[in-house]
């Protein structure tokens, strides 16, 4: 059906496929082709339609002279081109060009269209901002800065829960649909997140042990990659790369399974209805040439100038909305960017139509039938060699198209700054790799000129002969949009391989390197961070960056609380406590846990209780135990000595004691410590001389300490 829409839209077959019959031309209009001659100078816009035919009796082949040669016509299959004894596709054909005609009908509808447009998008953005903002506050946003943050070690209550699940399927649905700029990839990572944490719950292996469930949160985030892009290797890498803290190699072959039954539920799904996993299948007839080289590099440039501005400004933006009166209006400020969105969207049909049909439009290699302005080129060749058309002069829909898409690159730059980070579920994948398409196809089409009107260049006339296909403009947008998504994120290995399982390009491999690697040294000039590092650090998450090195020679000491001066650190006893004293401890701080000692005099660690564990077993003590009172002595050793009549009955917590918290001496050096941090997903670290505690380091303080040697304020790192 596609291959007939373009041909009724097609200006390169418009002029001269149906009345060209009637009249021979020169034979510089004619295209040979085995067994027939078609003239492509056609001066009507449609093909005749059943009544015109009926009229007119030499259409069917007055141009060839004798209708045995039109029956061969018929008969013979043609490159590329459907036969015409299809009738259910004329009459598809002649609809479509009615359709056409009604859409032409004058102001009016145009007007009415507009306003439709406009109020369906605010209507669905408005759903999509209510929900979450009433049922689950935290369905906002991609959600891989806080995947990255929970693979961490950092608990996050509630958002990998069953609401957040439901309220971000639904509304990720609504936002993508509200024509706002933004991608449904990012999100889909958060919601198979969430369905791996629910699934923990299920067996007691996983819900008690938290690196276990940290593992599977790994291999869900893969398995969303994987049914976002149709990349089960690519999202595999991707969580390798980009979301997890610790990757053993069971986690990986695990991951490797997930993403494959991903992949394989998806392709039985169908959801592109091409019968193929990737979003924007591609194929190119023509190879690079090494000198492309340079304009893919120009590419890699460009979109890590764009990463560097668009990680900046947005930043800027966000903190700007977390610090005034805006942050308290969400509703209304997805409202108006919305409304704005869709004013400005409508008139261009680049930015009408949906991010992901415009990739695929600006990927596409244009062939005989397209229908696109893009493809809008004057036909200038004698033949035809299968599937490939020779580089052509640009027509006038090529120069049209090209002013709407600069518009839309510079309305995509400007309009996803204000997006992202907005109170509706919202990712970056998409609208990055919409700028990086543009753009290369802006570049591609220049080049594509160049060489047709000064092949005889040097830098042209040792691969490019007049009137062969040298330049392929679609294969420019599918390097720019590596390069800008590149920039944003700054991934390498699972971008690349992301890139070419979404495409299908893989002799195309050395270009995509080429540009993500040099996007990625640009933007790292102009700014360490990636998008998701820089959201991770203004929401204040205690995250601790693995691909940085701590190159400082300070020890434990210099970092552990408490300092001199302040007050003693709060302990529990193992034998000499009573309940009243542990509520009271509980109620006068906010500390997560409690180092437990012999007595107050030795010091001497025993072992480490979380307070979450040590309220829940006060609390069923008083409810279920008899006779335990204020007064209950509570013991964290393995027996209790015997206790005097008439004196109440003791309580032993030994069982939710942790014997083996994880110590450091005084003396260590904080590079490894830092190291033990990152690679263990640590909260809190404990630190002892010869067997007696000294002092507690908590994940905040190495961030702190970090801050301070990079001469920054440490109590600039909030948390939040």
């Given at each position: ?53 009926e ?26 081109v ?9 009459d ?21 269209n ?5 109020l ?17 506050p935290?369905a ?22 069953k ?34 944490n ?12 938290e ?26 890498l ?71 501005l ?6 800027a933006?966000?903190?700007k ?14 409202l ?204 204040g ?22 300092r ?71 013991y ?32 260590t ?52």
């Amino acid at each position: 059906m596609a291959m007939w829409h373009g041909a009724v839209d097609n200006r390169g077959f418009q002029q001269g496929s149906f009345n060209s019959f009637q009249t021979s031309s020169s034979d510089e209009d004619l295209m040979d082709i085995p067994g027939t001659a078609m003239d492509f100078s056609m001066r009507d816009d449609v093909p005749p339609l059943d009544g015109e035919i009926e009229e007119d009796k030499s259409y069917n082949g007055g141009g060839l002279g004798s209708s045995h040669r039109m029956m061969d016509f018929l008969e013979e299959p043609i490159p590329g081109v459907g036969t015409y004894d299809d009738f259910n596709t004329i009459d598809w054909v002649r609809e479509k060009s009615r359709d056409r005609d009604r859409h032409r009908e004058g102001a009016f509808a145009y007007i009415v269209n507009y306003f439709m447009y406009v109020l369906w998008a605010l209507l669905f953005a408005f759903l999509a901002v209510s929900l979450v903002k009433v049922f689950a506050p935290y369905a906002c946003g991609s959600g891989i800065p806080e995947i990255k943050t929970i693979l961490s070690g950092f608990i996050i209550r509630g958002y990998l829960g069953k609401w957040t699940l439901i309220i971000k399927t639904i509304t990720l649905v609504l936002a993508v649909s509200s024509g706002l700029s933004l991608g449904k990839e990012g999100p889909l990572v958060h919601v198979a997140c969430c369905c791996g944490n629910i699934l923990c719950h299920c067996f007691n292996k996983y819900r008690k042990n938290e690196a276990k469930r940290r593992e599977v949160l790994s291999a869900a985030a893969a398995a969303g990659v994987s049914v976002a892009f149709g990349a089960p290797i690519g999202g595999v890498l991707f969580s390798l790369e980009e979301v997890s803290y610790y990757f053993p190699l069971k986690t990986l072959w695990r991951s490797f399974f997930a993403a494959l039954v991903a992949a394989f539920t998806l392709r039985s799904i169908n959801p592109f209805g091409n019968s193929r996993l990737v979003l924007f299948y591609v194929e190119f007839h023509t190879p690079w040439h090494l000198f492309e080289l340079v304009p893919f590099i120009l590419l890699g440039i460009f979109g890590g100038l764009w990463g560097a501005l668009f990680i900046r400004t947005n930043i800027a933006w966000c903190r700007k909305r977390k610090t005034t009166q805006l942050g308290k209006y969400p509703v209304i400020e997805v409202l108006v960017v919305t409304a704005i969105t869709a004013i400005l969207a409508f008139p261009n049909e680049y930015t009408r139509m949906s991010t992901s049909e415009l990739i695929s439009e600006l990927f596409n290699d244009c062939g005989l039938l397209d229908s696109s302005k893009l493809c809008d080129y004057e036909n200038r060749f004698n033949t035809s060699r299968g599937d490939e058309l020779p580089d052509r002069p640009a027509g006038v829909g090529v120069y049209s198209a090209m002013w709407q898409l600069a518009l839309t690159l510079i309305m995509k730059i400007v309009i996803t700054i204000f997006t992202f980070g907005m109170k509706v579920p919202s990712g970056l994948f998409i609208p990055s790799m919409a700028v990086g398409a543009i753009a290369g196809r802006l570049l591609g089409v220049g080049m594509e000129q160049l060489a047709y009107y000064h092949h005889d260049w040097a830098i042209f006339n040792s691969w490019c002969s007049q009137g062969a296909d040298c330049i392929t403009p679609g294969l420019y947008a599918m390097v720019g949009a590596a390069a800008c998504l590149g920039g944003v994120t700054r991934m390498t290995v699972s971008l690349v391989v992301i890139m070419f399982e979404l495409t299908g390009g893989l002799e195309y491999i050395v270009p995509l390197m080429a540009a993500a690697m040099t996007s990625k040294w640009v933007a790292d000039a102009l700014g360490r961070e990636g998008i998701y590092d820089a959201h991770i650090r203004l929401n204040g998450y205690p995250f601790l960056e693995a691909k940085e090195e701590f190159a400082h020679k300070t020890l434990a000491m210099d970092v552990m609380k408490p300092r001199r001066n302040d007050p003693s650190l709060t302990v529990l006893t193992q034998d000499s406590m009573t309940v009243e004293d542990v509520e009271t401890i509980i109620t006068e701080t906010t500390y997560s846990g409690f180092p437990v000692v012999v007595s107050r005099e030795s010091q001497r660690l025993v072992g480490f209780v979380l307070r979450r564990d040590l309220i829940i077993s006060v609390e069923n003590a008083r409810k279920k135990q008899d006779g335990v009172v204020s007064t209950s002595i509570i013991y964290f050793t393995e027996h209790s000595p015997p206790m005097p009549p008439y004196t109440p009955p003791t309580l032993k917590l030994r069982n939710i004691l942790d014997l083996s918290p994880f110590t450091v001496t005084d003396l260590t050096p904080m590079e490894i410590v830092v190291d033990i941090f990152r690679k263990l997903g640590l909260r809190q670290c404990l630190v002892t001389h010869n067997g007696r505690l000294l002092g507690i380091i908590t994940k905040k303080d190495v961030l702190k300490h970090i801050a301070q040697m990079a001469n920054q304020d440490p109590d600039s790192i909030l948390f939040n």
